[in-house]
């Protein structure tokens, strides 16, 4: 009996793993940054948003593992490139790779971090409007 390929949302699966994986640690990282630079008047403002995005990309990684879990996916080998993402997986005894290049990867990484941020997650801004006696 042959092993069909990994399907659709299979795949879905995993690009969604690699990227809450990108996201939680670039979080975890503005947070460190945040509190480390003596930049900031009010650092634990802005480490409080960042980590409440960190936390809900957590607990969006928590899901995706226990699908894993479920469907017998398991990633294990992530490689960035200078394209991209590449990251090995098998799948339902399949074994198969994955590439995201990059433009796509962190575009999709920026809408979803606006998300996780509470943010739109359009990346348009409002016009601005001109003071009076402009």
């Known amino acids: 009996m ?3 390929g990994i399907t659709p949302e299979e ?3 995993i690009k969604s793993y690699l990227l809450l994986m990108f996201i939680h640690k670039v979080f975890e ?3 460190r940054i945040i509190q480390e630079s003596g930049v900031f008047k009010t650092p ?8 409440n995005g960190a936390k809900r990309a957590a607990i969006l990684l928590r899901e995706v593992k226990q699908e ?3 469907r017998t996916i398991k990633v294990f080998d992530i490689h960035r490139g200078h ?3 590449e990251a090995r997986y098998a799948c339902r005894g399949y074994v198969g790779s ?3 290049l990059w433009p796509s990867f962190r575009e999709e990484m920026m809408t979803r971090m606006r998300v996780y941020l509470g943010l739109s997650p359009s990346n348009t801004r409002p016009p601005q ?3 009076a006696g402009q």
């Open 83 to 85: 394209n991209g993402i």
């Open 44 to 51: 634990q403002l802005y480490v409080e948003v960042v980590e």
């Open 29 to 31: 990282r503005d947070c």
């Open 11 to 13: 795949r879905s699966l």
């Open 2 to 4: 042959a092993i069909t």
């Open 129 to 131: 409007v001109a003071a």
């Open 68 to 70: 894993f879990a479920s």
């Open 98 to 100: 994955m590439e995201i």
